[in-house]
């Protein structure tokens, strides 16, 4: 499943040219909306009558803005049909796969492997630039680096 959630990101990267998750999901037909959301939910992904939204919180700001973006597009294409916040709210099935799932997503997505093989960035400062929690740079970085 890794190495797919991988090849999914690289794959939109190239097939629209672009790694920006607003950008991607305007041509992924993904409605993104802002909203006034509670101060502890960055975002959210939700499908209804079959269409699909991405919601993110109008308080939060770059990069973090962009990561959210890319983990809940992440979600749209990975988790199609998943609600997260049924399964948290109303059964006992842990949802912690789908949110590093889509973490890794948001890794692949908006990490350049180039960029920080050349520069050697470390894990902190990219995760800072980029807004992915270190520990999916940790594991995208890893897995990059195995590859090349």
Known sequence: ??????????????????????????????????ADLPRRINGFYMETAGKQAVVISDSIKAPLDSACTAHELGHALLHKGVNAVFLTDS????????????????AALLINIEDIIQNGSSIERIAKITGVPSYAVEQYMSLCVNCC
């Open 91 to 106: 059964t006992n099935f842990v949802t912690g796969r789908y949110e590093r799932e889509a973490d890794l997503f948001a």
């Open 1 to 34: 499943m890794i190495r797919r959630i991988i090849d999914l990101a690289e794959k939109i990267k190239q097939d629209y040219g672009t790694c920006d998750p607003c950008e991607l999901c305007r041509c992924l037909g993904i409605t993104l909306l802002h």
